[in-house]
């Protein structure tokens, strides 16, 4: 997806494709939406359906989703209990009506990802391109696979880069701290507003972050002392750390060794080895203002360093490939690999066949090697990624770089 094509027939292709795209986005549109009737059962979203309603009777943390299959995993609520106050609304609607709404939010939500994807990264104008990014996002794993769970990690995403797309401090701030307030992670993005230099979005993260704190307690001061001071700590709640879907260090780790050791010395030096590959990439795209790569590499860490970071939480993938793609680090080769290595993980589901290789491997048999290699794809993706944004040929810096709705400040120096 190069906005500019390559010679001869591929560049006659790509052409076709182009003038075709809302006809492609519309036919995989449709194939989406009768399969989601057909065969999604979207129990993620039944979690938040039918959990939230504990919170006003002083058990949220005691409910658990008992699913048809006796032998699947009973599903408890896991979120702070900010969440379950957003998800009250939507279950007091009927189920049928509920998973219609959670489906079209999700669309409409992978739509606002790629197209301030685009406009963050200075293309704005490019809406043949997103539609072809949308119909390619509804068969890769991580899209596909929330949406028919009925996750909420498109929407959180959504809200994150739309508010850092269009609002200034405060729509900036907010918007992190509400999709923190519903799922921890997103409170990984301060690090972009630092990095940034968005001081006052950073302070309104961090109010906004505790007022949502704040009104959950109110409503259910016990569950609420419940979650932050004593389930929080407790991974094992939400499932298997070494399951083959947890694509975080931690549980690429635990599979490695074969079990879960925590934050050991081992994942200390594979954190800061991380940390020390995405330095120079969030320091370069800063320097040349480049707010796209400086946000997806943020995002990609907090993945990276969540204790649990299921496949399908993944989704900030889409916004790197896009950053990847349309950005300089096409032009080197390790882009092209970081290119070539998402779309092959995530295109071909990788993780979950992994995972299912491995669930049927004899017992008393060690998995294959080769299954534990193979799953440690996305933390690789990620590492290429950070690599091809450091490494992307750039023009030399213009003396100041503009992140949105800032007036032109001085490179950040942090060399």
Known sequence: MLTTSPPGRLASTWAVLLRRAGWILAGSLAVHLVLTVLATDMFDLKVYYQGAPSLLHGRLYDFVLHRADPNAAQLPFTYPPFAALL????????????ATVWQLLSLASLALLVHCSFRLLGRGHQRRHAMLWFALALWLEPVKHGLDLG????????????????????????????????????????????????????????VVFFATVGVAWAVDPAESHRYWFELLGDPSRIGQVASFENQSLRGALARTLGHDGGMSPLWCALALGMALAAAPALRTAARHGEALAVLVVTQLLGLLYSPISWSHHWVWFLPTLICLVHGPARHSAVGRLAIGAWLAATGSWLVPAAGHAAAHVA???????????????????????FLALALAPRPAPAAGVRMPHQEAVPAPALD
């Not at 880069?161 to 701030?173: N, P």
């Open 87 to 98: 998800f009250l609304p939507l279950s007091a609607l009927p189920w049928a009506a509920a």
């Open 151 to 206: 996750q909420i990690d498109l929407v959180l995403a959504a809200v994150v880069l739309a508010g850092i797309t269009y609002g200034r401090s405060l729509a900036a701030g907010a918007g992190v701290a509400v999709a923190a307030g519903v799922k921890l992670v997103p409170a990984i993005t301060g690090l972009y507003f630092l990095v940034t230099r968005q001081w006052r979005a950073a302070c309104w993260s961090a």
């Open 363 to 385: 017992s008393g048999h060690a998995v294959p090697w080769y299954l534990i290699a193979l799953d440690w794809c996305y933390p690789v993706c990620a590492l290429l990624s």
